[in-house]
């Protein structure tokens, strides 16, 4: 558990859920995968990774989904999410689950998931508040400093498009 995560459970009440990111032990050899997929073309290699790296993590995932589904039974943990590109699990939970899930050997670690920008649909759209952290509803800085509050002024706000960016980290090599 890390130093951010143990202050935030001092800081809250027993049956308060807290959301976490939970880090899987067991890491996928990445280097082999590069190995397997060098004579592929680009769709085989999509398909194929794609398809080894899910098939990882849900096997890898498989005991700590088991307790997390059985500490939902008992409303100490809600809203579970796996994530299989980084063997990841995110999930609100209580202090109590939270300890219980910190024994697992298969558990690298637990940390706090304190931010997340989200839009504000009950106001104006162009504005982000920080989930969790009152009075923080103000449009952020990377937003200002490309300049997308003078796009929206002109009538352009991107209404129909999603976007959406999986940032898996850098291969120097």
């Not at 790296?53 to 008992?74: P, W, Y």
């Not at 690298?108 to 997340?116: F, K, L, T």
């Not at 162009?126 to 997308?148: C, D, H, M, Q, Y």
């Amino acid at each position: 558990i890390t130093k951010q995560l143990t202050e935030k459970i001092q800081s809250v009440s027993s049956g308060e859920q807290i959301r976490i990111n939970i880090t899987l032990r067991e890491k996928f050899d990445s280097q082999r995968l590069i190995t397997e997929v060098r004579n592929m073309s680009k769709e085989e290699r999509r398909t194929h990774v794609i398809s080894v790296l899910k098939d990882f993590s849900k096997l890898s995932q498989e005991g700590v989904v088991a307790e997390l589904n059985s500490l939902e039974r008992s409303a100490r943990v809600s809203s579970v999410k796996t994530y299989w590109i980084a063997n990841v699990i995110n999930c609100m939970a209580t202090p109590e689950a939270i300890m219980e899930l910190a024994k697992r050997s298969d558990i690298a670690g637990i940390d706090y998931d304190e931010y997340r920008i989200v839009l504000d649909p009950r106001e104006n759209e162009k504005a982000f508040f920080v989930e969790g952290v009152p009075g923080s509803r103000e449009i952020t800085w990377n937003v200002l400093k490309i300049n997308a509050d003078e796009v929206w002024a002109l009538g352009l706000n991107g209404e129909g498009i999603i976007v959406s960016v999986i940032d898996t980290g850098v291969n120097y090599d």
